[in-house]
T-cell receptor, first 113, second 112 residues
Framework: DTGVSQNPRHEITKRGQNVTFRCDPISEHNRLYWYRQTLGQGPEFLTYFQNEAQLEKSRLLSDRFSAERPKGSFSTLEIQRTEQGDSAMYLC???????????FGSGTRLTVV | GQQVMQIPQYQHVQEGEDFTTYCNSSTTLSNIQWYKQRPGGHPVFLIQLVKSGEVKKQKRLTFQFGEAKKNSSLHITATQTTDVGTYFCAVTTNSGNTPLVFGKGTRLSVIA
């Protein structure tokens, strides 16, 4: 197992376009999290899955954001009608039930131009 | 919602000096975790503290959880250039069933 994998590493898109990111967690981990991080800030929670169930979604999250984890394995995060304010590093993390430390992926850096 | 304050925001030290970052919450915490993020990297888990007054050590790093479970500190003895990065505390007020809330971090620079 090579840890948490995120693709793509970088995404540059024009304002108004839709983008989709993928996260492959550690296979034994049933919990998966999406965070967003901007320069000089800590990771900001977006949404969280336990297996295939989306258990929590940040109230700050726009309706333009949607996430899925269809079979309880990989997850996708889609942003529709991107805005310049969406430019950030999108981090995925996973954890197991008995140990709550998160393992983060390397992130997808989104730039909206 | 849950908020956690981290101080200082930045710290510049000479190599060999000690470094401490503090994490404070207005509410009682279930547990607190510490992460390190190197420049250009992603957060990496360091440790979890659960018990009131708990102290844990990892080589030159010492982690403490306050008696009231509302604050924590990370102390690095005799810093090295490999300690450079941003240190984040992350907290939950639930027994692990809610996502972590991260502080804004303390960025450590070490001057050789």
């Amino acid at each position: 197992d090579t840890g948490v994998s995120q693709n793509p590493r970088h995404e540059i898109t024009k304002r108004g376009q839709n983008v989709t990111f993928r996260c492959d967690p550690i296979s034994e981990h049933n919990r998966l999290y999406w965070y967003r991080q901007t320069l000089g800030q800590g990771p900001e929670f977006l949404t969280y899955f336990q297996n295939e169930a989306q258990l929590e979604k940040s109230r700050l999250l726009s309706d333009r954001f949607s996430a899925e984890r269809p079979k309880g394995s990989f997850s996708t995060l889609e942003i529709q009608r991107t805005e310049q304010g969406d430019s950030a590093m999108y981090l995925c993390a996973s954890s197991g039930d008995t140990f709550y430390g998160y393992t983060f992926g390397s992130g997808t850096r989104l730039t909206v131009v | 919602g849950q908020q956690v304050m981290q101080i200082p925001q930045y710290q510049h030290v000479q190599e060999g000096e000690d470094f401490t970052t503090y994490c404070n919450s207005s509410t009682t915490l279930s547990n607190i975790q510490w992460y390190k993020q190197r420049p250009g990297g992603h957060p990496v888990f360091l440790i979890q503290l659960v018990k009131s007054g708990e102290v844990k050590k990892q080589k030159r790093l010492t982690f403490q959880f306050g008696e009231a479970k509302k604050n924590s500190s990370l102390h690095i003895t005799a810093t090295q250039t490999t300690d450079v990065g941003t240190y984040f505390c992350a907290v939950t007020t639930n027994s692990g069933n809610t996502p972590l809330v991260f502080g804004k971090g303390t960025r450590l620079s070490v001057i050789a």
